[in-house]
């Protein structure tokens, strides 16, 4: 199988000042449709720029990207904003919401973009909403809502329609533990009906619902399968790296 997302040698280096800064070094990764593949790893370690060169937010500096069997390389910049819009769901850390637009609106509008009519749009919307507890809050606008709630907006956006691809950069970081693992269902449920996801975070709870987990440190990948016992053996992996 070639999978949704091909990562393959990819490196990633900034200049700052004289200095290179290698943020990734020769990454090899594939995610398989209904995969999820949990990413851990310190603060500065690539982990979000792993993200944002895989949802075609930015371009290696080296190797090559695949979507859907897609090479980044060879797509113009429309055509990488068309694939975004249609086949990548992405979670920033700051949800990167509207705030002219509701809570409904800012998730119905990617499937509103794409063409689909506004009435089934808003439908899609609010059912995705609703799985998140968020049903009473569908019209209220960002800056009426918590953090929390304003995360889960995001999350909502991010799976809502027929995405090949999601890619959640700490979805949980600002929501309790019973909030966190409805996230993880939600994101489960669209990996069961084909979606490919890559989720980072530091909970080694939550990365332990992965089918795979992925260590990165210094912008080096070191892969292994999610273990079946449990968190512990997570952060005993990556305190030991």
Not at 59 to 83: F, H, N
Request: proline share 4%; glycine share 10%.
């Amino acid at each position: 199988m070639s999978g949704v997302l091909q990562l393959r040698g990819v490196s990633k280096t900034y200049l700052d000042g004289a200095d290179e800064v290698h943020a990734l070094r020769e990454v090899d990764l594939t995610v398989e449709a209904g995969m999820m593949v949990a990413v851990m790893g310190p603060s500065g370690s690539g982990k979000s720029t792993l993200l944002t060169i895989a949802g075609a937010l930015e371009t290696p500096t080296a190797g090559e990207v695949l979507v859907a069997g897609q090479p980044l390389s060879e797509m113009s910049r429309a055509d990488r904003a068309r694939l975004r819009r249609r086949a990548i769901g992405y979670v920033f850390q700051d949800y990167n919401l509207l705030p002219g637009l509701t809570a409904a609106e800012n998730v119905a509008l990617p499937l509103e973009l794409d063409g689909l009519p506004a009435r089934k749009a808003r439908t899609a919307g609010l059912r995705a909403l609703e799985e998140l507890g968020l049903a009473e809050r569908a019209e209220r606008f960002p800056d009426q809502l918590s953090g929390g709630e304003r995360q889960r907006v995001a999350i909502a956006r991010a799976v809502v329609g027929t995405r090949r691809l999601v890619l959640a950069d700490e979805p949980t970081g600002a929501l309790d533990s019973v909030n966190g693992e409805a996230v993880m269902r939600l994101i489960l449920s669209a990996c069961r009906s084909g979606v490919g996801a890559v989720v980072v975070t530091h909970d080694a709870q939550l990365a332990s619902w992965a089918d795979r987990v992925v260590f990165i440190r210094d912008g080096s990948l070191v892969d292994r399968t999610a273990p079946r016992s449990g968190p512990e053996s997570l952060l005993a992996e990556e305190a030991s790296r």
